[in-house]
């Protein structure tokens, strides 16, 4: 495997906004296609929701997914099919499997503040597992310093239990100049959900770049799976695909944009399919931003040079490149996945 450090910087990662939902995709998903950028490793989605006050998603399905769910900001309010409830806030870490098919909806719990939390996907070991739920309150242990592991196929007793051998999930709280030690593994995943951090290789094995402008192009119909809408009468909780996300919601009372899609069944991209508003296109033409396009490829740090440096919102994709450190800059919080392949399309 030849070493890699990729960069990819908040502004070039997938937006959706449908008004109660702004939303930032790390890799393809739901209208948003690029071949070269499926996943890393066995992570395969990992989205930074915003949600308004008192919007949410609707009940909708999902199928052989292992979920986690990470609240930044706010609280999120889960109901399932299995009666499982949750009310997620900062530090509760959520692992949900859906396994042989789970129906549930997410929304926020504050009628006047908005809720914001990552949410990331990685497939199984094994398909056609039972329905299950874990929650577990880690901010004792975040407290403590490190790089903390919240959710584990291995042996990280304190984390909640991946049904995926070759993943965990890690999180760090750090004060400014604060060092962490990412995992040595094929593949890792850093985000900066809060703050600013500065990422160096530990061993100089590998250049950080950034990569050349996506190849963006709108998910063809059939190819694309996920919410039609986030209407609470979801008549399509089967779900089929690859991907475990077919969202066929057809009723009305949506908690969102409102539109009634055709609920399409491919096994490529997973997320939202929105065929109503306005909102649909999510090539940010305006405001400034242009979504997409990356604006080169600089080496940034690493084999001897300075350190990367990253604000919130961007992510760094480490291919058997060894351990790297980060050091935060002022207080920050990072996400990090360490996963042992790459996942089966």
């Known amino acids: 495997m030849e070493p890699e450090v990729e960069i990819r910087r908040a502004e070039t990662r997938y937006p959706t906004d449908f008004g109660w939902l702004q939303s930032r995709h790390c890799f393809s998903f739901g209208t948003h296609h690029d071949p070269s950028n499926v996943g890393h490793g066995l992570l395969i989605v990992s989205n930074d929701d ?9 009940p909708h399905s999902h199928r052989d997914m292992e979920i986690v769910t990470w609240v930044l900001d706010g609280t999120l309010v889960h109901h399932d099919s299995e009666d499982n409830h949750g009310e997620l806030f900062p530090g509760l870490v959520q692992r949900m499997s859906a396994g042989t098919g789970i129906t549930h909806s997410e929304m926020n719990g504050s009628e006047t503040a908005p809720v914001r939390f990552v949410q990331m996907w990685v497939p199984p070991d094994t398909r056609g597992l039972p329905p299950s739920y874990e929650e577990r309150d880690m901010n004792d242990a975040l407290n403590g310093g490190g790089l903390v592991p919240v959710a584990s196929g291995g042996e990280h007793p304190g984390a909640v239990t991946l049904h995926q051998e070759s993943a965990v999930m890690y999180v760090a709280r750090s004060d400014d100049g604060e060092q962490v030690t990412l995992p040595d593994a094929p593949f890792v995943h850093l985000y900066v959900a809060k703050g600013t951090a500065a990422v160096d290789s530990a061993n100089g094995s590998a250049p950080a770049h950034t990569p050349p402008p996506y190849a963006y192009a709108e998910n063809p119909g059939t190819g694309s799976t996920g919410f039609d809408s986030t209407a609470p009468d979801n008549t399509g909780s089967e779900s089929t695909g690859s991907d475990s996300t ?3 919601n057809t009723g ?10 055709s609920g399409s069944t491919g096994s490529g991209s997973t ?12 090539d940010n033409t305006g405001s400034g931003s242009t979504g997409f396009d990356n604006t080169g490829s600089e080496s940034t740090g690493f084999s001897g040079g300075a350190p990367a440096m990253l604000n919130e919102g961007d992510a760094v994709r480490l291919t058997g490149a060894g351990a790297g450190v980060v050091t935060s800059i002022g207080r920050s919080e990072i996400i990090v996945w360490e996963t042992h392949r790459k996942a089966e399309r």
């Open 246 to 248: 077919r969202f066929d």
């Open 271 to 282: 997320g939202f399919n929105n065929t109503g508003s306005d909102s649909t296109q999510f």
């Open 50 to 58: 915003r949600v308004a006050p008192g919007a949410g998603f609707g």
């Open 252 to 261: 009305s009372g949506s908690t969102g944009s409102g539109s009634t899609g």
